[in-house]
C-alpha cells in the first residue's frame, strides 16, 4: 500500500484535484441559490471595469471600490473579469475565482507539505510521508473549504496566495535562489490585496521571515536590505490605503472596538473598565474559533455560510483525528511542520480577533493546519498494529463516509429550501420580474426601506433598466398622475388605497413560498 | 511551601467560587438534556426540506439513528464546549484539563486509577443527557463539576512539575487572567442554567 502510494503520488493528487474541482464548481450556478450583496457588487464591478473601464461609481481602474462603504480591494475583482468575459454575468462568472482558487490551493498544499517534509529529518519524513496526499483530501471534501470556494469569497483566493507564499519560501529555503523569495513575498502581499484579515495575517508572516532571515543570516545582508525595499515598496499602496480614512471603514464596520457589545453588569462599571474589558473580550474572541460546538456541530455564526444547521466548520468524524493528530504532532520532533502548523494555528485567530468573532470566513486559512492535524491523527493511527485500534478506525471511517455524503446530500437537497432566503434569489427574481413588466409601465419605482442594496442587483442583472430608488415617505409625483407607474416594494400589511392595484406577490421557490416583495400598480 | 502549591490553592479557591456561582443555579438548560419530542420533530423538519429525493435517500440520511447520533453528539460536546469548560473550570483549568489528557495520551501519566478517572470525566455528561439519575441539581452539579476541576488541578500540578521551561510569572499571569475573566464574564456562568 505505501509503495503503491509512493508511486501513484502524481496520480493520486491529480484525481483529489479532480475530485476537489467537481465538488466546488457542481451546480455552482445555482447552489448557493443566487447571489448575495457582495457577490453582486463584485460581479457588477468586474463587468463594468470589463465593459466601460470603471466601476459602478465611474472611478477608472480603481485599487479601492467604494462598492457599498466598505471599499473593497481590488484582486478578486480584477480577477473576475476574465471568467465574467468568458461565462457572463451571470452566478458561475462571479463564483468562478473561488471555485479556481479554491481547487488550486488543494494543490499548493500538496505541494508546500511535500517540500517541507523533505526538510525534516529522515525518520520523521518516512513517518509522515503520506501527509501531502492525506491533507490535500481533507481540504478538498472538508465544508469549510468547500462551502466558501463555491460563494465569491476573496478569503478563498488570499487562502491560495498565502498557500503559494509558503511554498515559494520553502522552495527558497531549499535552493537559497533568491528569485524564489521574491516570488513568496509577492504572493504573500497579493494576499494581503486580496482580502482585509490578510492586511494583518501578511504583514505577522512577514516579519516572521525577516527575523527568520536576520537571526539564521541566511542570505547577505544587502541582500535582506533589498528585499526588504521590495516588500515595503509592493506595500505602499496597501499602507496609504490601510492609513487612510477609507482604510478604516471596513476596521470600523467589523471591530470589536464599534461593534461588539460590551458585557453588561460587570463590577467594573467605570469608564476606565473598557480598557480592562477589551482584553477580555479579544481573549473570549480567540478562543471562539476553539470551540467544539462551532468547530463540529453548528457554524453559528452566519448562517448564510454553511450548508444546513447540521454541520459545523468540519465533519464530526474528524474530531478524533484532530484531538490524535494534535498530540501526535506537539509529541514530534519536528523541525519545521510542527512550528508552521502551530504557528498558524496560533497566529489566525490572534489576527482576526480583534473583530467580532467567531467568523468562519475572516479565520478560512485555519482550514490548512486543521487538515494538516487530521491528517497527521489519520496516518498516526493507521500505524497502530492493535486489533481493538483497527476496529475503531474502521468504525469511525465508515461513519465519515456516511456523514460526508449527508453533508453533500443535505447541500445539493435540503440548502436551497433552508437558506434561500440568506441569499439573493429574490433580488434577482425582482430585477428579472421587473425587466419583464419593464415595458408597459411609464416607470419603474422601488422602496429601498426594506428591500436595501437593491439597486446593485438591479445593476448586475439589467443595468439598462433604470428604476428610481425611493424610501416609504414618497408620493407619486403630480406631473405623473396619468401615467401607469410600477411600485416594487416590502410585503407590508397596511391596507391599499383603492387606486393602487396589487399585480402580484413575488415569492421564493421553496416549500413554503415565501412573499419577499410586492408589485404594485400607481 | 513550594511555589507550586502557591499556585494549586489559588486555583481551588478560584473553583470554590465558580462552583458556588453555579451552585446558585435551579438546573442546567434544556440544551444538555435529550428529548424525543426534539428528536421526532428535527426528524419531521429534515423530510418537509427535503426537495424530491428518492424515498430511499430520504429513509437513508433522515432516520431516528441519525438524529439521534447528531443530537447526543451535539449535546455532549457541549460539556467539553470551551465556553462552558471556562466557567466551571476558568482560564487556568482550561489549560490544565487540557495538559491532563495530553499527560494520559501521551503516556506521561501512567497511573491505573488516574486513567480510569480520565475516562469517567469523559462518559459522566451522559448521566446528564439522558438525566440517568433523579438527583437534586445541587449533588448534580457537584458529581458534574468536582471531577472537572480535580482534573484540571492534576493536569495544572503535572505541568508545574514537568514543564520547567514555562516560568511561573506565566503561571501567575494565567490566574489572574482567570480572577479577570470571572469578573468581566460574571453573568455568563449563568447562561447554561435556568435560575
Given at each position: 500500500m505505501i509503495s503503491f502510494i509512493k508511486k501513484k503520488q502524481y496520480l493520486l493528487i491529480l484525481i483529489i484535484i479532480v475530485i476537489a474541482f467537481i465538488l466546488r464548481i457542481y451546480q455552482v450556478d445555482r447552489l448557493p441559490p443566487g447571489l448575495y450583496d457582495d457577490e453582486v457588487a463584485i460581479g457588477y464591478n468586474a463587468y463594468s471595469l470589463l465593459t466601460y473601464g470603471k466601476d459602478e461609481y465611474g472611478e477608472s481602474f480603481p485599487l479601492w471600490f467604494q462598492s457599498f462603504g466598505d471599499y473593497k480591494l481590488?484582486?478578486?475583482?480584477?480577477?473576475?473579469?476574465?471568467?465574467?468575459?468568458?461565462?457572463?454575468?451571470?452566478?458561475?462568472?462571479?463564483?468562478?475565482?473561488?471555485?479556481?482558487?479554491?481547487?488550486?490551493?488543494?494543490?499548493?498544499?500538496?505541494?508546500?507539505?511535500?517540500?517541507?517534509?523533505?526538510?525534516?529529518?529522515?525518520?520523521?519524513?518516512?513517518?509522515?510521508?503520506?501527509?501531502?496526499?492525506?491533507?490535500?483530501?481533507?481540504?478538498?471534501?472538508?465544508?469549510?473549504?468547500?462551502?466558501?470556494?463555491?460563494?465569491?469569497?476573496?478569503?478563498?483566493?488570499?487562502?491560495?496566495?498565502?498557500?503559494?507564499?509558503?511554498?515559494?519560501?520553502?522552495?527558497?529555503?531549499?535552493?537559497?535562489?533568491?528569485?524564489?523569495?521574491?516570488?513568496?513575498?509577492?504572493?504573500?502581499?497579493?494576499?494581503?490585496?486580496?482580502?482585509?484579515?490578510f492586511r494583518i495575517l501578511t504583514p505577522i508572516t512577514i516579519l516572521v521571515i525577516f527575523y527568520f532571515l536576520f537571526s539564521k543570516k541566511y542570505i547577505n545582508r544587502?541582500?535582506?536590505?533589498?528585499?526588504?525595499?521590495?516588500?515595503?515598496?509592493?506595500?505602499?499602496?496597501?499602507?496609504?490605503?490601510?492609513?487612510?480614512?477609507?482604510?478604516?471603514?471596513?476596521?470600523?464596520?467589523?471591530?470589536?472596538?464599534?461593534?461588539?457589545?460590551?458585557?453588561?453588569?460587570?463590577?467594573?462599571?467605570?469608564?476606565?473598565?473598557?480598557?480592562?474589558?477589551?482584553?477580555?473580550?479579544?481573549?473570549?474572541?480567540?478562543?471562539?474559533?476553539?470551540?467544539?460546538?462551532?468547530?463540529?456541530?453548528?457554524?453559528?455564526?452566519?448562517?448564510?455560510?454553511?450548508?444546513?444547521?447540521?454541520?459545523?466548520?468540519?465533519?464530526?468524524?474528524?474530531?478524533?483525528?484532530?484531538?490524535?493528530?494534535?498530540?501526535?504532532?506537539?509529541?514530534?520532533?519536528?523541525?519545521?511542520?510542527?512550528?508552521?502548523?502551530?504557528?498558524?494555528?496560533?497566529?489566525?485567530?490572534?489576527?482576526?480577533?480583534?473583530?467580532?468573532?467567531?467568523?468562519?470566513?475572516?479565520?478560512?486559512?485555519?482550514?490548512?493546519?486543521?487538515?494538516?492535524?487530521?491528517?497527521?491523527?489519520?496516518?498516526?493511527?493507521?500505524?497502530?498494529?492493535?486489533?481493538?485500534?483497527?476496529?475503531a478506525f474502521a468504525g469511525i471511517i465508515l461513519l465519515g463516509i456516511y456523514e460526508t455524503a449527508l453533508y453533500f446530500h443535505m447541500y445539493v437537497s435540503h440548502y436551497q429550501n433552508t437558506h434561500r432566503v440568506f441569499w439573493g434569489s429574490a433580488q434577482k427574481k425582482i430585477a428579472e420580474e421587473a425587466t419583464n413588466h419593464e415595458k408597459e409601465y411609464y416607470a419603474i419605482v422601488i422602496n429601498e426601506d426594506f428591500l436595501p442594496n437593491e439597486k446593485i442587483h438591479f445593476l448586475f442583472y439589467n443595468d439598462k433598466l433604470k428604476p428610481l430608488f425611493v424610501n416609504s415617505s414618497w408620493q407619486k409625483p403630480q406631473k405623473w398622475s396619468n401615467k401607469r407607474i410600477l411600485y416594487i416594494r416590502y410585503p407590508l400589511k397596511e391596507k391599499m388605497n383603492a387606486r393602487i392595484k396589487l399585480l402580484k406577490n413575488i415569492t421564493l421557490d421553496t416549500p413554503l413560498k415565501e412573499v419577499v416583495a410586492q408589485f404594485l400598480e400607481l | 511551601m513550594s511555589f507550586r502549591y502557591v499556585i494549586l490553592i489559588f486555583l481551588i479557591t478560584i473553583f470554590g467560587y465558580l462552583l458556588k456561582t453555579q451552585l446558585s443555579c435551579a438546573d442546567y438548560n434544556g440544551n444538555f438534556h435529550y428529548s424525543s419530542h426534539v428528536i421526532s420533530f428535527h426528524l419531521n423538519e429534515l423530510i418537509t426540506t427535503e426537495n424530491q429525493a428518492?424515498?430511499?435517500?430520504?429513509?437513508?440520511?433522515?432516520?431516528?439513528?441519525?438524529?439521534?447520533?447528531?443530537?447526543?453528539?451535539?449535546?455532549?460536546?457541549?460539556?467539553?464546549?470551551?465556553?462552558?469548560?471556562?466557567?466551571?473550570?476558568?482560564?487556568?483549568?482550561?489549560?490544565?484539563?487540557?495538559?491532563?489528557?495530553?499527560?494520559?495520551?501521551?503516556?506521561?501519566?501512567?497511573?491505573?486509577?488516574?486513567?480510569?478517572?480520565?475516562?469517567?470525566?469523559?462518559?459522566?455528561?451522559?448521566?446528564?443527557?439522558?438525566?440517568?439519575?433523579?438527583?437534586?441539581?445541587?449533588?448534580?452539579?457537584?458529581?458534574?463539576?468536582?471531577?472537572?476541576?480535580?482534573?484540571?488541578?492534576?493536569?495544572?500540578?503535572?505541568?508545574?512539575?514537568?514543564?520547567?521551561?514555562i516560568p511561573y510569572g506565566i503561571y501567575f499571569l494565567l490566574l489572574i487572567l482567570t480572577i479577570g475573566w470571572i469578573i468581566v464574564f460574571k453573568n455568563d456562568a449563568l447562561s447554561f442554567c435556568t435560575a
Open positions: 481590488p484582486v478578486y475583482i480584477y480577477v473576475d473579469i476574465i471568467p465574467i468575459a468568458i461565462f457572463g454575468k451571470n452566478e458561475l462568472g462571479v463564483r468562478f475565482p473561488s471555485v479556481f482558487f479554491g481547487t488550486l490551493t488543494v494543490l499548493f498544499l500538496y505541494l508546500f507539505l511535500q517540500d517541507i517534509l523533505s526538510l525534516e529529518p529522515k525518520i520523521l519524513k518516512n513517518k509522515l510521508h503520506t501527509i501531502p496526499l492525506l491533507s490535500a483530501f481533507i481540504l478538498a471534501i472538508t465544508p469549510w473549504h468547500i462551502q466558501f470556494s463555491r460563494g465569491a469569497y476573496e478569503s478563498v483566493v488570499s487562502v491560495c496566495f498565502y498557500m503559494i507564499g509558503c511554498w515559494q519560501f520553502t522552495v527558497f529555503y531549499k535552493n537559497k535562489k533568491i528569485l524564489y523569495l521574491v516570488i513568496s513575498l509577492f504572493f504573500f502581499t497579493l494576499a494581503s490585496y486580496t482580502y482585509h484579515s544587502k541582500n535582506i536590505f533589498s528585499i526588504a525595499l521590495y516588500t515595503i515598496v509592493l506595500h505602499i499602496p496597501l499602507l496609504l490605503f490601510t492609513f487612510g480614512s477609507h482604510g478604516n471603514s471596513r476596521f470600523l464596520q467589523t471591530s470589536i472596538f464599534t461593534q461588539q457589545a460590551l458585557p453588561t453588569s460587570t463590577l467594573l462599571q467605570s469608564s476606565i473598565s473598557d480598557f480592562i474589558i477589551y482584553p477580555f473580550i479579544y481573549i473570549k474572541n480567540y478562543l471562539s474559533y476553539f470551540s467544539l460546538q462551532q468547530l463540529f456541530v453548528k457554524a453559528g455564526d452566519n448562517v448564510r455560510f454553511y450548508s444546513s444547521s447540521e454541520f459545523g466548520f468540519l465533519f464530526r468524524w474528524q474530531l478524533p483525528f484532530l484531538i490524535f493528530g494534535f498530540i501526535v504532532l506537539l509529541r514530534e520532533k519536528s523541525k519545521i511542520v510542527k512550528k508552521i502548523v502551530l504557528g498558524i494555528i496560533f497566529i489566525v485567530p490572534a489576527a482576526v480577533a480583534i473583530a467580532v468573532s467567531p467568523n468562519a470566513l475572516r479565520a478560512l486559512l485555519l482550514i490548512i493546519p486543521f487538515s494538516i492535524i487530521i491528517a497527521i491523527g489519520i496516518q498516526s493511527i493507521v500505524r497502530y498494529k492493535t486489533l481493538w485500534v483497527k476496529i | 428518492p424515498i430511499f435517500i430520504v429513509r437513508l440520511f433522515h432516520n431516528k439513528i441519525t438524529v439521534l447520533m447528531f443530537d447526543i453528539f451535539s449535546r455532549y460536546i457541549q460539556f467539553f464546549n470551551i465556553s462552558y469548560l471556562i466557567n466551571i473550570i476558568g482560564l487556568a483549568g482550561l489549560f490544565g484539563l487540557f495538559y491532563f489528557y495530553y499527560s494520559i495520551v501521551a503516556n506521561k501519566i501512567r497511573g491505573k486509577i488516574i486513567k480510569i478517572f480520565a475516562v469517567i470525566v469523559l462518559l459522566l455528561p451522559f448521566l446528564e443527557i439522558f438525566q440517568l439519575t433523579k438527583l437534586s441539581f445541587f449533588l448534580r452539579a457537584l458529581y458534574l463539576m468536582l471531577p472537572y476541576q480535580a482534573a484540571a488541578l492534576i493536569g495544572l500540578f503535572f505541568s508545574l512539575k514537568e514543564i520547567k521551561r
